[in-house]
């Protein structure tokens, strides 16, 4: 698939149906997270693989209350845990790089997903103990973000987005591109 078609296509899913996701696609896109760039090549990411069903309803319990994705969570047949050690990533002007790090190429990931026809959704909001707990995260690691990966139930239709002249700038800030 085209890398812009996919671009475009990608939408945050919500729900599954329960057909099996085969391992060897699940390597093929954790190659995709694999092979993203990073702070000094430091690769500060770790990617667990969930498919027991008992684990990924301790993940969606751990879900802030109300999250739109917990039900996916529970349901979608493989949800993938990136976690981060962020002593291995930079930190300048209190900008923390491993969220940097783990944030792209866990889109890396959900894109290469994609491509293979498969659903994503990017959950950051949780109870990270509870997350931490659930995979047996060691403590010098963050969990940083997961997401349910599965055959989309349906594919919805694109969310708005804001116009480019809101968003990007010719020289300086403010100034309209041409
Ligand atoms: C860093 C980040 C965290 C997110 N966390 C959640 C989340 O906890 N729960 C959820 O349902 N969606 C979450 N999302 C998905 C966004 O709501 C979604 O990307 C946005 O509404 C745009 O929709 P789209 O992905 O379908 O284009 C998150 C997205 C990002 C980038």
Redesign the pocket.
Same mark, same amino acid.
């Given at each position: 698939m085209e890398l812009y078609q996919v671009l475009e296509e &990608? &939408?945050?899913? &919500?729900k599954y149906l329960p057909d099996p996701v085969p391992a060897a696609t699940v390597q093929k896109i954790l190659d995709a997270a694999r092979i993203a760039p990073s702070w000094s090549n430091l690769q500060c990411w770790r990617f667990i693989v969930v498919r027991s069903r008992e684990k990924r309803e301790q993940l969606a319990a751990a879900? $802030?209350g109300g999250? +739109? $994705?917990a039900k @996916?969570v529970a349901e979608a047949p493989v949800v993938i845990v990136a976690c981060a050690d962020p002593k291995a990533s930079g930190d300048h002007d209190g900008k923390a790089y491993y969220l940097l790090d783990t944030?792209l190429a866990l889109q890396q990931l959900i894109l290469a997903a994609h491509a293979e026809g498969l659903g994503t959704?990017?959950? @950051?909001?949780?109870d990270e103990a509870k997350a931490r707990a659930v995979c047996n995260v060691p403590p010098e690691y963050r969990v940083v @973000?997961l997401t349910p990966l599965g055959v989309p139930e349906r594919r +919805?239709s +694109? &969310?708005p987005r804001k116009a480019l002249a809101e968003i990007a700038f010719a020289e300086e800030w403010g100034k309209p591109l041409p």
């Open positions: &990608r &939408r945050s899913i &919500r879900l $802030a999250n +739109p $994705a @996916a944030g959704c990017w959950v @950051a909001w949780f @973000a +919805p +694109p &969310r």
